[in-house]
């Protein structure tokens, strides 16, 4: 017998001939939200920085600048060429001078010093942005190789909890959730921002 | 097991020999000298309060959080309820996405199966993310026997496996080092501290050892052609398989690597996608403290272009389905490896993670540990809690794990013909108990302890035996001169 067939049968074995019913679950927890965007995006902004995260707000015509400004105040003056950006990101969203990601090995990425992607949703409660490898967000390797992470967040793809931001995401998809920059407590348990990913996070809010 | 009572067939066990499941010594032996340990117990304090607190502060901000629970309880027993169908349905789903699935019957065929899969691609080395079934497997030292080198690459794990170490906690598993043991650790093993006039002026500040550990891995993680994790959770209905993480090992580990091997329980599936909604609320919540992790990597299969180009799947029985036997024990199943019943467990935070001899310490493990063996080969570990409640307390899906101890105790002592000097004591202290004169005739010589004691405020560990089997792990406070009972008598007569 295969070693699929032999664990099947032990679960049939062990659930008995005539099973249980399946028992009901109950979802009473909460999968909307009442709350106006303003408001979200203040909750979403609280919880960015309390996870040391930098967040600038801007106009939807600014983005640029403001992601220059942010890469210049993260990164120091002469940082330009060492910006790349997600194939897909609009072009009024790039910063002067960077280079798109075009499937480059990842040892090439990795000596980038950062990187701009957009995100598919982010969820307020929890401080969560979702990057879902689509031409916008790029590919997994580009938002984590670089030591410095510029995510570009428009105020219609944010939603209050987990529940609204995973309706809208494909399950299909290579996602990543990233909240904060990386960070580890296993010493002492002390918080220490940046282990093996991007050392620093920049939130561009566009309101 | 009850499947055996019911003249159901025996379901295996995990088997011996091979893994970490079994301790080499029993529960109080080991404890015994965990207690003796006063840095242990200081950094363990120190570690559980602090978590304890945070939990506590981020799970009372969340108004729906007993709905949340309820739901997580019932869609893990649902799961359990029609577990094989949940699992073809995950097999189709992967490899509909063009992954490859494996099942391993025990620990042997799992490791097995991930070492033909390593040699196919030619490599000698693995990166790996923390993972605790592979650990329960003892997939590292099988590797290391054929010839691989694993490379734990979460920094507690790390740390762990340069000290030549074990694992104490499930979330924080150094957590019995300080700063100072780990600098040192590090300092000794790893290779850009060991030539000749390298600057080696690395601090203990955590900042400083968490750059070193960048550092020591960032290379391997970009030559690293094979990566080796588990998963925190399987959807069935869309082949989508979770790893959470804190550090950014992990998404290395699930990104660079052209092949990627993930080895998992089978009661990690969950049955649809809407499920995760309950549990990426639940779990870092209860484990961390935090309200997300930093990072939480999903993926369905192979995606062209994006992170690994081959997955295999390798799912895992290793006495599970001896534990689903059990309809009382099945619950501890459920677990999703928070370690929030390891932190308010006041048995755990004085005897450490070490004491239980598996990788599963703590309550939760108080219970998998003795039914994924069979209750005779960690016979101690049911006895390991006092019962209190703390931990179903703080369980996210609400397993019930004081009720499961106490239905393993009554299975140990089924089996166990023998009358140990513990059951004769307390079967004494329960007639005792109940009976005025016997319980005043009890204290009376109780009372000759004090005698014992010679004016210390505890009894001495050197009870006679078989008195001291009970008070070698136990400070029994020195009985009072006088009892209640006496004092009253004397001060307000009858
Ligand atoms: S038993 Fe519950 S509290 Fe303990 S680790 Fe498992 S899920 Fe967490």
């Given at each position: 017998m295969s070693a699929r067939e032999e664990i099947l049968g032990r679960i049939r074995t062990a659930l008995g001939e005539h099973r249980a019913p399946v028992p009901d679950i109950v979802?009473?927890?909460?999968?909307?939200d009442g709350r106006p965007t303003t408001e979200l995006l203040d909750v979403l902004v609280d919880r960015l920085e309390d996870y040391k995260a930098t967040v600038v707000r801007c106009l939807a015509d600014e983005v640029a600048g403001t992601v220059a400004t942010a890469l210049q105040a993260a990164?120091?003056?002469?940082?330009?060429?060492?910006v790349v950006v997600a194939p897909g990101l609009p072009a009024e969203w790039r910063p002067d001078g960077a280079v798109e990601d075009?499937?480059?090995?990842a040892v090439a990425l990795a000596e980038h010093a950062a990187t701009v992607t957009g995100v598919t949703v982010a969820v307020a409660d929890t401080g969560t942005l979702v990057l879902d490898g689509s031409p916008r967000c790029g590919r997994r390797a580009l938002s984590l190789l670089p030591d410095c992470l510029v995510c570009v967040v428009t105020s219609d793809q944010v939603v209050g909890g987990v529940p609204e931001g995973l309706a809208r995401?494909?399950?299909?998809a290579p996602l990543t959730l990233i909240s904060g920059p990386s960070a580890t407590s296993?010493?002492?348990?002390q918080r220490v921002e940046g282990?093996?990913?991007?050392?620093t996070l920049v939130v561009v809010l566009v309101t | 097991m009850s499947a055996v009572d019911l003249g159901m067939p025996s379901l295996p066990h995990a088997?011996?020999?091979?893994?970490?499941?079994?301790?080499?010594?029993s529960f109080p032996d080991a404890a015994r000298e965990s207690l003796r340990d006063g840095q242990l117990r200081a950094n363990l304090g120190h570690a559980t309060s602090t978590i304890r607190a945070k939990r506590k502060a981020v799970v009372d901000e969340v108004p729906d959080w007993a709905e949340l629970r309820e739901a997580g309880r019932a869609i893990k027993a649902a799961t359990m309820a029609r577990l094989d169908e949940h699992l073809v349905a995950l097999e189709e789903q992967v490899t509909a996405r063009g992954g490859t699935v494996h099942w391993a019957r025990d620990a042997e065929e799992a490791n097995e199966i991930v070492i033909r899969l390593v040699q196919a691609t030619g490599t000698d080395e693995v990166v790996k993310v923390k993972s605790m079934a592979t650990q329960e497997i003892g997939l590292n030292e099988a590797l290391e026997a054929a010839g691989i080198a694993a490379h734990e690459t979460d920094l507690a794990e790390l740390i762990v496996q340069l000290g030549e170490d074990t694992p104490s906690?499930?979330?924080?598993?150094?957590?019995?080092?300080?700063r100072a043991e780990i600098r040192e650790i590090f300092l000794r093993t790893m290779p850009q501290f060991?030539?000749?006039?390298?600057?080696?002026?690395?601090?203990?500040?955590p900042r400083r050892l968490a750059m070193a550990a960048r550092a020591h891995l960032r290379e391997r993680f970009l030559r690293a052609r094979v990566a080796i994790s588990g998963a925190n959770f399987a959807v069935a209905e869309t082949g989508t398989l979770a790893v959470v993480e804190s550090e950014g090992n992990g998404r290395m580990c699930l990104t660079l690597p052209r092949t990627l091997i993930t080895v998992m329980g089978i009661?990690?599936?969950?049955?649809?996608?809407?499920?995760l909604e309950v549990f990426l609320q639940l779990l870092p919540r209860s484990s961390?403290?935090?309200?997300?992790?930093p990072y939480t990597s999903l993926w369905a299969g192979v995606t062209p272009g994006d992170g690994p180009q081959e997955f295999h799947l390798v799912l895992v029985d290793n006495g599970r389905t001896a534990v689903l036997a059990d309809e009382v024990g099945r619950?501890?199943?459920?677990?999703?490896?928070?370690s929030a019943c390891l932190n308010v467990c006041p048995v755990y935070e004085r005897?450490?993670?070490?004491?239980?001899?598996?990788?599963y310490p703590g309550p939760i493990g108080a219970v998998l540990s003795p039914q994924l063996t069979g209750v005779?080969?960690?016979?101690?570990l049911p006895y390991?809690?006092?019962?209190?409640?703390a931990c179903y307390d703080v369980c996210p899906v609400a397993i019930d794990i004081p009720s499961i101890l106490v239905h393993l105790r009554a299975e140990h002592v089924e089996a166990q013909e023998r009358t140990t000097p513990e059951a004769v004591a307390f079967r004494a202290l329960a007639k005792a108990m109940s009976t005025p004169r016997l319980w005043r005739l009890a204290q009376r010589a109780a009372g000759l302890g004090r005698l014992l004691s010679r004016g210390k405020p505890t009894l001495p560990?050197?009870?006679?035996?078989p008195a001291s089997k009970w008070t070698r792990t136990r400070d029994l406070p020195?009985?009072?001169?006088?009892?209640f009972t006496q004092q009253w008598v004397r001060e307000r007569g009858r």
């Open positions: 979802r009473g927890y909460r999968t909307a990164l120091g003056a002469h940082s330009h060429g060492d075009d499937g480059r090995p995401l494909d399950p299909r296993d010493i002492e348990l282990v093996h990913g991007p050392r | 088997p011996r020999g091979v893994g970490h499941l079994r301790g080499d010594r906690h499930i979330l924080v598993p150094a957590i019995h080092k300080n060991q030539e000749q006039g390298v600057d080696a002026d690395l601090t203990d500040e009661e990690k599936v969950v049955p649809t996608w809407r499920d961390t403290g935090e309200r997300m992790n619950a501890a199943l459920h677990c999703i490896r928070c005897a450490g993670g070490h004491a239980y001899g598996s990788v005779e080969d960690n016979a101690s390991a809690s006092s019962l209190c409640g560990a050197a009870l006679p035996p020195t009985p009072p001169r006088e009892t």
